[in-house]
């Protein structure tokens, strides 16, 4: 094989595998991730941090200029990162090409890729601040990027798609729960507290805080029928929030076990 | 035994036997919903949404016909149904002829599929407001209706049936801690919150609150001996959510497993 | 058997047999409660309601000498039941004679059962408050005297006791973590909220109510970095519910196991 | 071997040999703490609650020369303690002579020894009231000397640790699911409640007492953007507990099995 690829081999081709290897999790034949990834991946955890710190007006007053030139340094670094993986995708045989370097622009990593690039350029124009604050929303999906490093994400979904069943039926379950204590709650107390539980919909904000176990105690009932109801509505509570806490539990649990033994037989092979 | 069948046939029976193949989920031989009962299902999820927004005058006002139309429109398509099921009945053994219908109107789902439809109704001549409230809540026993189309609702029958004895077991600890903590709480509160604290009832709302960590805040302990038993007692409900926690969830997993097994058995044979 | 004990049968031995049976749970052949002991199981429960409800004002002037008349009848009652109860403990060979129905009065369940029936005595003569709400607290002992008809208990038993050493690690770590984090908060927060963190036991009544994910909100830090120990605190709080909520689950499901396992063995034999 | 130590044997020897198997747990060739090392964990558990209580200004103005007469006893005990442990490592072929002293006075647990000693003579000079409050933290650090005596936080460690990859992952999804929530309820909310939630980590608060389901509701979203999105991260944060409790759960129960078969193993030998 390696004879074979040798035939075509340039200096440009050389450059692109090594760039493909130093780029691409996938490619690497030792586990863990490679220097160039590693580099990647503490930069994604370092704008992701000045992107949290930045909304904050005191720790913004402290350097202002700081966040403006590190933005400007971390995009511009994303920006090289992501022409150099559009140029090493020629390396795997589904991209090779023009045709082949679009299909890999329109794959789900590479968008996401983009997608945490532009935010910094399209700020530049933005003078209103919902949008801004969403741009910088935006953001944040480079947090996402880090998941193709990780096996830990395919594990999760794994996890989760193994039990689709299950965790449809508690999804469905407490759908249900919320719509019926929301009725029954507004039924009790619309006349009382018209705000907080003058219809259904505004009931749900305390069902999903009860229901849940969260409890902020904002709204709460006050006639006597309504913290009746309310503490069968609690108790319920319990009982859904046990069956997705099992399920999960034991999906996740088992995954980790398969990719356990997986990792035995490799090692024994 | 299409035969014996056949020698009675008329357009009307055959007619009849399409509407209750349409009609009724058990006599697919196919898995999954007839194209008929996808349909009712959207209908009743439509209804369950619009009976839900409706309570809410920031959306009515919104579109004020529009709900009386929709739901006028919806009440006489769960009516045509309605009638169509009780013609279709005619099919099953059991609910053959005049009296077979009347049983067949007497059975869970042919009351509930009934009681889904009366509010509508009803609520032309209502004037009270609570009145309203409450006949707006029976129509969401229309979300009732979805069960009879799915398995997960059987599933979690078995589930819950077969842990019976522990559930029981769990409900009579739970009740038995809620008593005695109200009354511990009581006889140390009672007289520096009189309104909150002043009767072992009064003092159930606190307790379900903490038992079910749920924890509203809108009554605490405020003596040092209500609060170090207030501690004790939030540490107790860790205990008592344990329990069925663990219970519901080992229960549902079984039963799911149980089915994974039988589907791989069908698929088999 | 039989023979041995006719020779000393006279018509009182003959009754204190019968009452033997009627009252001793244990001494019964067929599974399932005497009617006798279902009645007094009603009763107990019936009590326990009256006790709960009296407290409540509002229900009390509903109906103020019937709580008085129905507690005097059912102290009544239950006094009965305890003289039968020690007459009847003669058919136990260990509570024979005079000296045995001491040994009797000293066990265990029969001082719960006077315990319940003193209250009604001792309060005639009460007259501060504090002590009048102690007493009838101390009448809701009778709720325990349910589980000596119960199996329920002892399998609740059997599943604490066989977990106690993982039960006791989980409450010492709880401990700790209760000490090391309200001790924490009350070094970052004591400043600026004395009334609330302005010492190691003040800060517990936050501590207990975050690591218990009860969170009432009556008390929560202000301080940066009051809050940012906070957050880590609630997050470790998941990892102390998590362990006596697995051990007591898993243990409670094998306390169940265990008794299917014996009821089917025994239906076998 | 008895005899080729009894060939260097002294009085001091002797002594110092006493003294070891008196003050080191793992010494001892019968299970459970020798005489001395119960009496020190009592000591510590007194001085643990002393350090607690005397916080507590209505606490110390009950007895204010007690706690600095106890205090001080205290840290002489500890005091004598530490020295006589630094004696007794002599018997530890690691801890020979003086270098080897010194090494014993750099492990872990030597430095802890001395760490909740020192408080107490530093705090003489101390003059700032923070600075206090943090040294009497330091004095809890006591407490974890009673790990050296516990088997339990052994086996807690190998629990925790025989599952790090599953714990992180879930760490690693908790402060994803923490970033990316407030993060948005930072975009719905930041325009109406800028003081709770005009960045993203002031969000954070928020986030983190809901993802908990602590819910301790001092900041609530209040547009209902905020608080749909707020229902969806309060049943999301199910899922978030539901991964670490169950895993801890596992490994926790797993290890408590080991230990026990093992003590079987060694009782059976």
Redesign the interface.
């Known amino acids: 094989m390696l004879q074979s690829d040798s035939q075509k081999a340039s200096p440009y081709a050389g450059w692109r595998r090594r760039l493909y290897l130093m780029l691409e999790p996938t490619a690497r034949e030792s586990p863990g991730l490679s220097i160039t990834n590693c580099i990647i991946s503490g930069l994604i955890l370092l704008a992701?941090a000045l992107?949290?710190?930045e909304?904050?007006?005191v720790?913004r007053a402290l350097a202002p200029s700081l966040f403006v030139t590190a933005e400007a340094a971390l995009a511009l670094a994303f920006l090289v990162e992501y022409v150099a993986r559009v140029i090493a995708a020629g390396e795997d045989p589904r991209y090779r090409g023009l045709a082949g370097r679009l299909r890999f622009m329109v794959s789900p990593w590479a968008i996401i890729d983009l997608l945490a690039i532009l935010p910094f350029f399209l700020t530049m124009g933005a003078v209103n601040?919902?949008a801004l604050?969403?741009l910088?929303?935006i953001r944040?999906l480079r947090?996402a990027r880090l998941g193709r490093f990780?096996n830990?994400i395919g594990?999760?979904y794994l996890a989760v798609r193994g039990?689709r069943?299950?965790l449809?039926?508690s999804l469905?379950?407490?759908v249900?729960l919320l719509?019926?204590t929301s009725?029954?709650i507004?039924?009790l107390e619309?006349?009382h507290q018209p705000e907080a539980f003058?219809?259904?919909?505004?009931a749900?904000?305390w069902s999903?805080?009860?229901l849940?176990?969260?409890?902020?105690?904002?709204v709460?009932p006050v006639t006597a029928a309504g913290?009746l109801f309310?503490?069968l509505t609690?108790?319920v509570?319990?009982?859904m929030?046990?069956?997705?806490?099992?399920?999960?539990?034991?999906a996740?649990?088992d995954a980790?076990q398969k990719r356990r033994e997986q990792a035995e037989n490799d090692n024994s092979e």
């Open positions: 992701t992107t949290v710190l909304t904050e007006p720790v601040a919902f604050r969403l910088k929303l944040l947090l990780s830990a594990d999760l039990r069943y299950e449809t039926v469905m379950v407490a249900a719509i019926v009725s029954v507004y039924v619309a006349s003058g219809s259904i919909p505004r749900l904000w999903v805080a009860t849940t176990t969260v409890g902020y105690g904002d709460t913290q309310a503490g609690a108790i509570g319990i009982g929030i046990a069956m997705p806490t099992g399920i999960l539990a034991a996740f649990s980790m």
